[in-house]
């Protein structure tokens, strides 16, 4: 009798760690499989800023969403990577086409048009700005700038 109790419980702990040791394994798979969404922050275009002076703080990966109303032909946003990367920036325009992005550093600069994707590298440490305008237009046009 007692061989049979000794070999039930050794089913039982081997069933046990068999068990969770699928458990691990499973919960790895679901880590492996779940997709990492990175939080993302939404910039909102704060007057003044129409100099680089007085440019928005931004944080390239996230979002910027702004207004460039009657009189307002300048939204300017400034941002200094803490690594070298590369991103891509994309400007959106809602209630007209007259409105471009320049993108700017110490090396380069570059005009995106709404839709157009521009993708660029940056320097850790150097100072980059955004200038979201527009020429001539006196409707007041809805923007977003996404970074990815
Ligand atoms: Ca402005």
Known sequence: MKKVIYALLGATLVTGIST?????EAN???Q????????????????????????????LGHEIEGTLDDGDYHDYYKFVP?????????????????IRMFVSGNEWSFTGWPGEELTLQFKKGQ????????N????AIDYSVFTY
């Open 20 to 24: 969770s040791a699928f458990a691990e």
């Open 28 to 30: 790895k798979n679901l």
């Open 32 to 59: 492996e499989l779940t997709p990492v969404v990175k939080p993302m922050a939404t910039f909102y275009d704060r007057e003044p800023n129409n100099t680089e002076a007085t440019a928005n703080p931004f944080i």
């Open 82 to 98: 803490s690594e070298n990367v590369t991103y891509t920036l994309q400007l959106s325009a809602r209630g007209g086409t007259d």
């Open 127 to 134: 100072t980059y700005y955004i200038d979201v305008y527009k």
């Open 136 to 139: 001539s237009t006196d409707e």
